[in-house]
């Protein structure tokens, strides 16, 4: 199946400073999603973007799926946005599943 | 409702005890997914449902797994005779018809198991 790859594992910020988190998938997909866990444990919905770029706020995505990775940005970065950022993409060969990649640890720190 | 909605919000047992865990998904989404979250093992999918298509099963780590979907709706996950190694976050989302659209997530079952 498909294999995601997440980096960095961990990241620390000062808040304001803006950061890139990157995902690599090892197959083509046809869905890919980007989630925030909060300190709850609950997953947010960020993105979903097979391919292209979004953005949301001071979030953006982009999925350049020719090549197969996906990066999302967070510019002035808050406290508020510490937490777990997961990748998640379903495979284009078939399945039904999101195979998550193991997430990028941030910690936005004052 | 909302969103989806899961209860318990903790569930406590004891090795041996059967668990019954429920997920409520949001309304008109008629694919349904369950998911657990385990220290060692990340995020993994355990079972798919859509419409009245036969489960994706093939997750499911053991027999002792199972789940249902009654009405197109509301689904269960029963786990017999659990043991330690499925104390997880039990996570479930819905989407709409297909695997391909967005999935949302419930806000989960933490299950420890004595």
């Known amino acids: 199946g498909i294999q995601v790859e997440q980096s960095p594992p961990d990241l620390i910020l000062q808040e304001g400073a803006n950061s890139t988190l990157r995902c690599n998938f090892s197959?083509?997909?046809?869905?890919l999603q980007w989630f925030h866990q909060n300190p709850w444990g609950q997953l947010i919905n960020l993105f979903y973007?097979?391919?292209g770029t979004k953005q949301n706020g001071r979030l953006s995505a982009t999925t350049v799926a020719t090549e197969r990775y996906s990066l999302l940005y967070i510019s002035s970065s808050q406290t508020t946005d510490s937490g777990v950022y997961f990748c998640a993409a379903r495979g284009a060969g078939g399945g039904n599943k999101l195979t998550f990649g193991t997430g990028t640890q941030l910690k936005v720190e004052l | 409702g909302a969103g989806v909605s899961q209860s318990p919000s903790n569930k406590v047992t004891e090795k041996g005890k059967d668990v019954e865990l429920r997920c409520d998904p949001i309304s008109g989404h008629t694919a349904l997914y369950w998911y657990r979250q385990s220290l060692g093992q990340g995020l993994e999918f355990l079972i798919y449902f859509q419409g009245n298509s036969a489960p994706d099963k093939s997750g499911l780590p053991s027999d002792r797994f199972s789940a249902e979907r009654t009405g197109g709706s509301v689904s269960t996950l029963t786990i017999q005779r659990t043991q330690q190694e499925d104390s997880a976050v039990y996570l479930c989302?819905?989407?709409?018809?297909?695997?391909?659209?967005?999935?949302?997530f419930g806000p989960g079952t933490r299950l420890t198991v004595l």
């Open positions: 989302a819905s989407s709409l018809v297909g695997s391909l659209n967005e999935q949302f």
């Open positions: 197959d083509s997909v046809n869905n």
């Open positions: 973007i097979p391919s």
